[in-house]
């Protein structure tokens, strides 16, 4: 048993260990079954997955219904106030010309200027995120948009459209229009089979372009195919960059933009679709034509190019008829949205150079199209018989009109100023604005002043007889009016317009002579000179009044020394009123130093000459010698007792602390100089700061060509001429400008010649202005403080002249010239801050008179002060802007009503209404007095300055003989305010030679305004508002 045990257990041991070895083969059988399982299952998967995809292109079933969920939290809502939840666009084509791009540019500028935002859309922050990623924000975009301005009634006062033409809606297109579209770009678009379909892929298109694209990689053989559709193409040309698909990541965003911008409505896409072909057909980009700019859509492009109207086209291809004139015209037009729809995927070669491609390409759709049955045989026989026949520019030139009305004129342009656009691009805008113009008044005025140039009706207003106009004469005279009312916020323009149909505004855009309206300026800075001093002196007692020591030229300041001791009184007002009742000879016998020689000044009649009138009377009657004399003791009390007075220098010659006080002096005042000059030149390019420098002048040989040499050291003696006779054109000469003349001129003031004192005293300006100018010409770019480094030399330079002259003589007359040059740059300051519209004032007592040139809407603005009790307020020309109307980047804008600004004392102003008043009761303008009244007879208040300018070029011989005379132009101005609220100027202006023959005095605009008293009344009647909405005053900001 043992043994047979023992055998049978050695028996069993075999088995044993073979069974060890065994299991490898099994193994190998279970891992092979469990492979082809692992395969199976992934074969089945991608089966499913497959089908899934399969039945998901077909049906669009999931991503309808999760796009449109997602979709719809992608939400906006317009808020008060200005909102930090709002990402504007990026720089996309039709964003850009909407203006959508450019609202974070826009609405600083407005800031600035005084507006503040009332509302702003708010983007829900699953749309924040959204665009965070660089997604377009989805929305129905506008088909049509433009700039609208609308009057202060809110009555239209423009309107553009832009594309001017279109398809409102998709039933408006032509069928085979739709057709020949599908059959070319997204032949499966309007599917009604599938009506959750995605419109932004178009899967077997997108796989033929994804196959393209991997052979092209493995540089396989095969042509590039695209894979755009309709919807990805507007996402294109409206929103990537510069209209372009420039990677696979810009194909990405614009076909996810496109897919959820389809699916915000909802699952259902249909109409979406139908309204991608409408959209798409509006403002597909056809390139661009020189004089008309941007092509954008059929309509556009049928006009632009083919000089086909775009509503005929479209009756012709709806037509019915099958005659063969109709089918000629049918197959034409035909051809001709063919052509355009096929010129789209390279418009400016095909519509220029490649006019014969197009045409064969065109042909061969159209053959396309007959054999899948898009269009019958008849219809496709027509159209490849016709011929497109291209628009001649030269014959057929598309103009756009320039816009004549001077309310939309004067609008547009401000928009166009305060947005910093052209006005081919503002009207592009998506904008609605309010103007402050009363549309209704605005037109009657307009008429009025156009009908002036009837004699018959110009005899029927009083304007014919002595001083005034002759029958002949009417037709040469232009006129200009505005009408300003004063409201809570602001000055608001309600008329401004001109006799014109010339789009140049005589009341903003011109710099005339305005003869003595000036003196209203003058005397405005007197009594705020008399102001001033009575702050400084009205609280002292008379012991202290008499230990005050005023410089023997300071008459201003010892009159107020005077007065204040006489009078126990210090009352303002009453000071003010005697400093106006003060008496100034009105005799033309004196010769007056000034402008840097001497100069001798006129009345305007002889009669005025013996008199000693008061300034009250002077400024009634409108005397200008005691207003010449005035202004020279403006002058004088800013040299003599003004801060900072360079008179100080000359007191004591011996002092030995003068060296020390002189260089501390320079580097001061040369500072504080510089700055001013560099206030008037900071935001101007080269061309313009040199204007502005020599603008400033009064030329003549000698000045310009110290000007030249100093500027330009290195310019030839060719370049030299030019430029000097080139600026003294117009200018008053004392001998002929002969070739040899200006040899020796260039010779005289050549680099070396004379120091910068001197050719600064030569050419009669500020040495450092003359400085200036020809640092910033080589250096167009410096800053201020790289002006001031590199000017401590100049500086210290400019006033060492004032004590290196031998003799006294000389040396007074430069002093006196250079202290008048620096005391004109603290008047001009002063008439800066109560609205002087131009950089510089003439150094001259000539200014009293109207010599620096005005505008009339700068003279509005000033009386306009004056009648609100000295509170400057802005001129308002655009109440509100409305950007974006209905879309994500909805703003609203609004003026400021928080920015008045008071530039002169109350009292100031009330005694300058005053002297005004008496310029319309008894003085040069008392013909309109009494001229507008109340509804019940009383009349309105009336005030306001009379001034004539004679503008001539004059030859003067020696001794002052004038030896010829032409005239530049004339000019009368009346410059007024009606009752509490009103104000403006009218102008009458003749340019040009014809002045010559034109003795009318500032009674003619008077004369004018008072004609219009039965057309204004009406709408200047107190608590009418002009006949406008009441402003809406907000304090949001």
Known sequence: MGALWQTDSSKAVVPTERVD????????????????????????????????????????????????????????????????????????????????????????????????????????????????????????????????????????????????????????????????????????????????????????????????????????????????????????????????????????????SASVRAYQPGPETL???????????????????????????????????????????????????????????????????????????????YLTKGREELADLTDSHLRLLKQNGVIDSALADAALASKVTYRDWQTQPTIQPIETNKGISVARSRLATMLNRPLYDLDRLDLSATSTLQGELQTQATEYLKKLADPAFAGQIGLIGERLLTPTSTTQVRYSFTLFELTPDGSRVRVQTDSTDQPFDINEGSKLELGSTAKMRVLTTYLQIISELHDKYGAMTVPELKKVEVPDQDRLSQWVIDYLIQNKDHDLSKMLGAALDRKYSASPGEAFFTGGGLHVFHNFRNEDNGRMPSLRDALRESINLPFIRLMRDVVRYVTYSGPNSSAELLKDDRDPRRQEYLASFADREGTSFLLKFWKKYKNKDTPARLDTFLDSMRPTPIRMAAVHRYLLPNASQED????????????????????????????????????????????????????????LLNHPDATFSEIVK????????????????????????????????????????????????????????????????????????????????????PSLRIDSLHFAAGTPYETRLTNDPHVGKRVMPSEVATAMREALSQVVDSGTAKRVSGSFKTADGTPLVMGGKTGTGDNRIEAIGSGGRILSSKSINRTATFVFYIGNNHFGTLTAFVPGRSAENFKFTSALPVQVLKGMAPILSPYLQPGTHTMCQAPQVTAAR
């Open 790 to 873: 590199a000017s401590q030399f100049e500086r210290q330079e400019v006033y060492s002249w004032l004590f290196k002259s031998k003799h006294k003589g000389a040396r007074d007359s430069r002093i006196r010239t250079m202290l008048e040059i620096e005391a004109f740059l603290e008047i001009h300051q002063r008439w800066q801050k109560v609205g002087y519209p131009f950089d510089h004032l003439v150094p001259s007592l000539a200014t009293a008179i109207g010599s620096s040139g005005d505008r009339p809407a700068a003279l509005a603005e000033l009386i306009g002060t004056i009648l609100n009790d000295g509170v400057r307020m």
């Open 271 to 349: 109409g979406a679709r139908q309204n991608i072909i409408r959209d798409y057909l509006n403002s597909v980009p056809l390139s661009a034509v020189p004089g008309h700019g941007e092509v954008h859509g059929m309509a556009e492009g049928l006009r632009v190019w083919y000089g086909s109207d775009f509503n005929k086209a479209n009756e012709q291809l709806n037509s019915p008829a099958t005659d063969p004139k109709t089918m000629a015209d049918k197959g034409l037009a035909l051809r001709e949205m063919l052509s355009l729809m096929i010129a789209q995927r390279r418009p400016s070669h």
């Open 21 to 256: 070895e065994a299991p490898i083969p099994p193994k190998k059988r279970r891992n092979r079954h469990g492979w082809k399982a692992f395969w199976l299952l992934l074969l089945i998967i991608a089966v499913v997955v497959g089908l899934a995809a399969n039945k998901e292109m077909r049906t669009s079933r999931f991503q309808s219904r999760e796009l449109s969920q997602y979709a719809a939290s992608l939400k906006y809502q317009l808020e008060p106030g200005p909102s930090e939840a709002i990402r504007y666009p990026g720089n996309g084509p039709f964003d850009l010309r909407l203006g959508y791009s450019s609202l974070d540019e826009f609405l600083p500028r407005l800031l600035k200027r005084d507006y503040v935002i009332t509302e702003q859309t708010r983007f829900s922050p699953a749309l924040l995120s959204y665009t965070d990623k660089g997604l377009f924000v989805p929305y129905s975009e506008k088909i049509q948009a433009g700039l609208s301005i609308t009057d202060c009634r809110a009555a239209p006062l423009y309107q553009y459209k832009y594309p001017q033409q279109l398809y409102s809606s998709f039933a408006a297109i032509p069928p085979v229009v739709v057709s020949s579209l599908l059959f070319i770009e997204n032949r499966f678009l309007l599917d009604p089979k599938q009506p959750l379909a995605n419109p932004a892929v178009d899967w077997p298109r997108f796989g033929m372009a994804a196959w393209s694209q991997v052979a092209k990689l493995l540089h396989l053989p095969g042509q590039s195919a695209g894979g755009s559709t309709l919807a990805t193409q507007l996402e294109k040309y409206r929103h990537s960059p510069d209209g372009l698909t420039v990677s696979g990541a810009e194909k990405i965003r614009q076909m996810i």
């Open 720 to 775: 030299f001429n030019s430029f000097v006779r080139s600026h003294l054109k117009g200018a008053k000469l004392t001998e002929k400008l002969t070739d040899d003349r200006l040899i020796r001129l260039y010779d005289a003031y050549g680099p070396g010649s004379y120091d910068l004192p001197d050719q600064g005293f030569i050419a009669k300006v500020h040495p450092l202005d003359l400085w200036l100018m020809g640092y």
